[in-house]
């Protein structure tokens, strides 16, 4: 049986924005039905047009505004969210600190969580903060071009000033794009899986200034190699680092395993919260160093520990949490599924003299349960997942270890909502405020600090 839908392909309608998606879309509901309006914000008269129907909703554009909010700013490139570079951009931004805010709370109320949600952690300057760029390169219109994907498609954008990224970030991959074409390196052509240059990937330290900069190439070869090199040296000031990545795969993952050091040092530095950390092309580091140690004060302060502890940090990556934490800690475990994270980690610990943190490679649910059958008895469990979230057999060992504080560090309100359930039935609650913290600004992603302690 065809279902009626109350709107066609193709209509026109005039309507008032309800409400903002947590992709940051706008919708306006016609008899129940959602319409997604992509730079619609709530409270603006639009008259838009049906482009896509399903059975539970369309997507539409809007053709004309007859009202406008508020809290719309001009973003000055457009081209900012039609890529999703920044998704956010045309809400000011004290509004997207109170939308990531929101995103928490509506869905603790679906959950029937009655718990409270303390304003979100913003920063002074909520542009340029990425310390890291990944962009691809395309042949268009003859021409070799870096830029980014219009979103959901493989359509490269050409952008120059990426808004979000250290503007010195942006200034190499423009130096490094004119030095392939002045030596002519071939872009890579994914349908036919050819050419040279696939990505061009380049991380600053925020506090050393120090720039690796990776090619990411389809074979080893690479022509005009020492050219190449001495001119990228010439145009990069900062370069530390210089190295190129091998991925022969027909495939959307970034980078390939082969690395080969072109010129400089096989790792950069930087730090956080202290530490110093060595950061290789394949290094997992969080792209906003100043948010990122709000974010990790944040769970270090609700710890509250005072040197006599045990921690267990499971997904704990190259260690940048663990490592934070010895400082105040007796004694630290962390677990990571990613071995190259956990070889890091341990040379992280090294390189800062610290011998009370001890990391192994493995699923941290299987690893908690190890733990657990060896009778570890942590004080704080400190959880950082992907954004699926927890498995249900982590919370299960955390139950039963019985560690009196469990700080969660979430990317995902959704499965951090279903979590804050499960460690309930196991006999945790909320203390304290949920603490949301804006990692990447203009975007619509929000992580969170949660403590959580066990009921007696």
């Known amino acids: 049986m065809k279902v009626q839908l109350p709107v066609h392909k193709q209509e026109k309608r005039t309507g008032v924005v309800a409400d903002l998606t947590y992709q940051g879309n706008g919708v306006i509901k016609v008899d129940h039905y959602p319409i997604f309006l992509p730079n619609a914000l709530p409270g603006e008269e639009v008259t838009f047009v049906v482009t896509k129907l399903t059975k539970n909703f369309a997507w539409g554009r809007v053709l004309e505004w007859h009202s406008k909010s508020p809290d719309r700013v001009d973003l000055k490139d457009q081209r900012y969210l039609q890529t999703g570079i920044a998704p956010l951009g045309h809400l000011a931004y004290p509004a997207q600190l109170a939308f990531k805010r929101k995103l928490i709370v509506d869905l603790l109320q679906k959950a029937h969580l009655d718990l409270p949600v303390a304003e979100t952690m913003g920063m002074k300057r909520p542009d340029h903060y990425r310390n890291k760029a990944q962009v691809p390169v395309k042949l268009i219109r003859g021409k070799l071009t870096t830029g980014f994907y219009k979103r959901g498609s493989h359509d490269l954008v050409p952008i120059e000033d990426f808004y979000i990224q250290d503007p010195k970030i942006d200034q190499a991959i423009l130096a490094v794009r004119n030095v392939a074409r002045q030596y002519r390196l071939t872009p890579y052509d994914e349908e036919h899986h050819r050419g040279d240059l696939r990505t061009i990937m380049v991380r600053r330290g925020y506090y050393s200034h120090q720039v690796m900069v ?135 610990a090294e390189y800062n003299g610290i011998e009370n943190a001890e990391f192994v490679v493995g699923k941290a649910e299987e690893q908690m349960q190890k ?86």
């Open 371 to 456: 733990w657990q059958a060896v009778g570890l008895k942590p004080d704080v469990l400190i959880v950082d997942p992907p954004r699926k979230g927890l498995d249900e057999s982590l919370i299960e060992a955390a139950g039963k270890m019985g560690p009196q504080k469990v700080i969660y560090v979430s990317c995902n309100p959704a499965t951090l909502v279903r979590d804050l359930v499960r460690f309930q039935a196991a006999g945790y609650r909320v203390s304290k405020p949920i603490q949301p913290v804006d990692q990447f600004p203009q975007t619509t992603h929000v992580e969170s600090v949660t403590l959580l302690e066990k009921m007696n």
């Open 214 to 348: 990776v090619l990411v190439t389809r074979t080893a070869k690479l022509s005009h190699r020492e050219e190449i090199v001495a001119a990228i040296r010439e145009r990069v000031p900062e370069l530390t680092s210089l190295i190129q990545n091998v991925n022969g795969q027909r495939t959307n993952k970034l980078l390939g395993l082969e690395n080969h050091v072109l010129w400089g040092q096989a790792t950069i530095e930087d730090q956080l919260l202290g530490i110093d950390f060595k950061i290789s092309p394949l290094s997992f580091y969080q792209v906003n160093p100043q948010q990122t140690e709000r974010l990790y004060q944040t769970a270090i302060d609700q710890a509250e520990l005072d040197g006599s502890q045990t921690v267990i940090d499971a997904y704990c990556g190259i260690g940048t949490i663990s490592l934070a934490v010895a400082k105040h800690a007796k004694q630290v475990y962390g677990v990571e599924i990613v071995p190259e994270a956990i070889a890091d980690a341990k040379q992280n």
